[in-house]
Each structure stands twice: as structure tokens, then as C-alpha cells.
């Protein structure tokens, strides 16, 4: 049966403009219903989820001339809620121009998003899991995504390499200009000079590349403090206060893996720091218990062996779990790429990041009690890039009403991030990183 139907059974909502027809197909006894939409716009991907009380099925196509995505969802009826999905595209959204949303024919809900350039799709459905329903997602990727390190000079957070070349250039030129006054009254000194002088060369900076990818975020808020703090929020002002701080190194530039309100699956994290070529890893979080007398700062690294602790097991069970919750299409996951990371996680690695989590675990003590006084091991998803010193910070325990206030004070915020910074610069001060080609 063909998709067009008579203009008296259509409805569509068009955002700034008026509902252009409202018959609406009488609600079936048994409809689906329609909880709760979202949306998380973001440079990365747009995700717009749709929560409901059972599982619905979808199909979708693309249309050129103008770029549009066309989505039919079976067994629903045009309600208010999914209705609010058309106020919630926003204007700055990267990909979405706006959405219609209508019933094309009983039974059937027809969304049409305008785009504002072509994508890269993925729809697929989500089991019920804490405190969500049944979930239908749309992740829009750009069909031509920005190359990692392009994105990063676009963004001008490369641009101390400018600075530096230009500061060097500058002393180059100050040198040279003091040779000739030099020089100038006596021409057979100078001759000799030339004749012996080798030429000078200069002087190559190693920039340090750091991964910075605060947890959580989007459909996955990670702990809840008792006064309503979530993670995701806390560690990304953590990190951006960490990004600033490092930034302030003549050597050292820095990529999130997320600077906003959305999420990033595990894997992806790490292909992330991979993409840039990163030479250190730093997932930030804020620890939660059951007990809400837990408290203090940790630093993990992954393990080979198993968890150095039953609470350290646990932990790395409810952060892996975040993909779970915060949703990722598992029909898309890469298991190749995962088993090579897996079986790539070396101990050389392993050793490094234990150096760089010790070095950092002390400075951190110095501005909050520790939870326990060495570098713990789990088997942490988000610690496994092969080839990159990764650790985990868990920054304080939202789930402790005195810690959860530290960690939304932008003083303790500072103070954190300015202890990271001094252990990297001690780790990497004794442990320089190699120059090295682009990582396949």
C-alpha cells in the first residue's frame, strides 16, 4: 500500500508554524503510548529518543532535494507529548532543521526531519533498564564526518603550535640581529665564523596530546546526589576546568571526547583518543555507593588479572554498564575493533598508566582524602586504547551529601583540576612521550 494517503486523514505539525489539518484517526483501545521525547543535539551526532510503554517498530528512509529523513512508527496515535518533539529541535542544532510530525494513516505516525545536511542514520530500539522505559532512538551522524585532528584545528585548540613556531621564529630573529651588530666591525671574523659556524636548527617542541573524556552524559545522567547533583554534570565541569588549566602549558593541548550534554559510547571514547594520537587517557567521574557514609577520591588503571577489589569490581560493572543505559546500537558495535583492544591492552601500557595514576593519586590527595591510599585495578571499558596511558579519576562521592557539595563548588572544582595538572606534568616531566606516526 502506498505511504500517500487522503490530505482529510493527515495531520502534520510544523515548528513555527500552525497545525495545518486536525482529523486525527480515532485512538485504538489498545495504542501505544507515547512517554517522553528527547533530544541531544551535538557536534559529534543529533540522538532523538522516544520513550513508551512498549516496544514499537519503525522503518525509515532518506529523501535528496531537499535532505530529509522520513520515520513511520507502527501501532501509535498522535498524542500532546510527541507533539513537544517539535518545539525541542533547537536552531543551533547541527544537523536537524526542524521536524513535522503527523498520522499518515491509522495506527501510524509519520516524523519527517528536515536536514541541514546529509546523514548517516542508525534506528534501533532499547530494552527497559533503571529508571527507563522502552526506548526507540535515532542517532544522526553526519554522512561526512570531520577527520578528529581537523576538527580540533578548527576549533583553534591546537593553535599554541602557531604561537609556539611564531615565539621561536621571533628569538631566531633577536639572535641574528645581535651576530650582526656583532660582526659587522670586523668582516674577517665573520668570514671565519662562516667557515666553521655548522647551521643552527631549530630546537623541535614536542606537543603532548591529552584525552579528557568526562563520563556519562545525554540518556545516561551516571550517579545522582541526594540533592538532585547528577555526574554527567559535575565531571564535565571538572573537565573543562582541567582542558583550561592544561591549556595553559606551552606543550600540551587537550580534546574532550564530550563538551556537552550528550553521550559517547565506551568504545567510542577510546577511538577517540586514538583518532588524535593522544599520549594520555583521563576519564573523570564521581563515585557513588549504596552507603552514603563512602567517601574520598580514587584513581584506577585497567587489570588483566581481575579487580584489585570487590568495590573496585563493582565499580567497573556499573561504569561498563553505561552503554547499557545511556544506549548504544549494538547491531553497529565494532567487535573486531573491541576484541583487538581487549587483546592489545598490554602490560607495557598497563605499567605506564600505573605510573601516571600514582603520580596523579598523590597530588589529588592533597586536596581531598583518598579512598584508598594506592592506584586500584579493574577491568574498566574505557581504559583499553593499547597503545595509550589511560586512567580513571573517580573525583569524590556524589552519593555523600558533605561530597556532593564539594564537587559542585567551583573552588574544589579548581583545586582538583589544578592536582591533575601537576601530576601529568610530573608524570610526563619523568616519562616524555615518544615521537611517533599517525595511529592506524
Known amino acids: 500500500m502506498s505511504s500517500r494517503t487522503p490530505a482529510h486523514r493527515r495531520t502534520f505539525l510544523k515548528a513555527g508554524s500552525t497545525l495545518l489539518l486536525s482529523v486525527i484517526a480515532p485512538m485504538t483501545a489498545n495504542a501505544m503510548q507515547i512517554l517522553a521525547v528527547r533530544v541531544w543535539p551535538a557536534a559529534d551526532y543529533t540522538r532523538v529518543t522516544l520513550e513508551n510503554d512498549a516496544e514499537l517498530k519503525a522503518s525509515h ?22 507533539k513537544d518533539l517539535v518545539a525541542k529541535i533547537q536552531t ?43 526506548r526507540l532512538v535515532f ?61 643552527v636548527t631549530n630546537q623541535q617542541i614536542r606537543m603532548i596530546t591529552i584525552a579528557l573524556d568526562p563520563g556519562h552524559g545525554g540518556e545516561d545522567p551516571g550517579a545522582i546526589g541526594r540533592a538532585g547533583s547528577r555526574e554527567k554534570d559535575v565531571v564535565l565541569a571538572i573537565a573543562k ?38 599520549d594520555l587517557f583521563v576519564s573523570i567521574h564521581a563515585d557513588a555507593f549504596i552507603e552514603p557514609r563512602a567517601r574520598g577520591s580514587s584513581v584506577f588503571v585497567l587489570s588483566e588479572k581481575g579487580a584489585s577489589s570487590t568495590a573496585a569490581r ?19 558495535q565494532d567487535k573486531q575493533l573491541a ?12 605499567n605506564d598508566s600505573m605510573k601516571v595514576g600514582k603520580v596523579v593519586l598523590k597530588e589529588i590527595s592533597g586536596v581531598n582524602r583518598l579512598h584508598k591510599p594506592a592506584v586500584e585495578q579493574a577491568g574498566f571499558a574505557v581504559l583499553k586504547a593499547p597503545d595509550i596511558p589511560s586512567i580513571l579519576i573517580e573525583s569524590a562521592f556524589i552519593s555523600n551529601p558533605e561530597e556532593e557539595a564539594r564537587l559542585t563548588d567551583e573552588a574544589y572544582q579548581n583545586e ?10 610530573k608524570y610526563f616531566a619523568k616519562n616524555p612521550p615518544l615521537n611517533r606516526g599517525k595511529i592506524a
Open 92 to 134: 543551533n542544532d547541527p544537523y536537524i532543521k526542524q521536524v513535522r510530525v503527523g498520522q499518515n494513516r491509522p495506527n501510524v505516525v509519520r516524523l519527517v526531519f528536515d536536514l541541514k545536511e546529509e546523514i548517516n542514520p542508525q534506528v534501533f530500539s532499547l530494552k527497559p533498564i533503571g529508571d527507563y522505559q522502552h
Open 416 to 425: 582538583l583540576a589544578e592536582a591533575i595538572v601537576r601530576g601529568i606534568k
Open 241 to 278: 576546568r582541567l582542558k583550561h588549566q592544561l591549556e595553559q602549558e606551552d606543550n600540551m593541548r587537550v580534546m574532550l571526547t564530550r563538551d556537552g550534554d550528550y553521550f559517547v559510547p565506551l568504545q567510542t571514547r577510546v577511538k577517540k583518543a586514538r583518532g588524535v594520537q593522544a
Open 61 to 82: 528512509f532518506l529523501v535528496k532535494d531537499p535532505n530529509r529523513m522520513v520515520v513511520d512508527i507502527e501501532g501509535l496515535t498522535l498524542n500532546a507529548t510527541l
Open 339 to 350: 576484541g583487538v583492544l581487549l587483546d592489545l591492552s598490554t602490560t607495557a601500557q598497563i
Open 139 to 199: 542517532d544522526l551522524y553526519p554522512a561526512n564526518p570531520v577527520d578528529p585532528i581537523t576538527a580540533l584545528i578548527e576549533k583553534g585548540e591546537w593553535h599554541k603550535d602557531d604561537a609556539l613556531t611564531a615565539a621561536m621564529s621571533g628569538n631566531n630573529k633577536n639572535e641574528n640581529a645581535a651576530n650582526n651588530n656583532n660582526k659587522h666591525d670586523n668582516k674577517s671574523d665573520n668570514k671565519a665564523e662562516q667557515k666553521t659556524d655548522k647551521p
Open 314 to 332: 563493582w565499580l567497573a560493572k556499573k561504569e561498563n554498564d553505561a552503554d547499557l543505559i545511556g544506549g548504544i546500537n549494538l547491531k553497529d
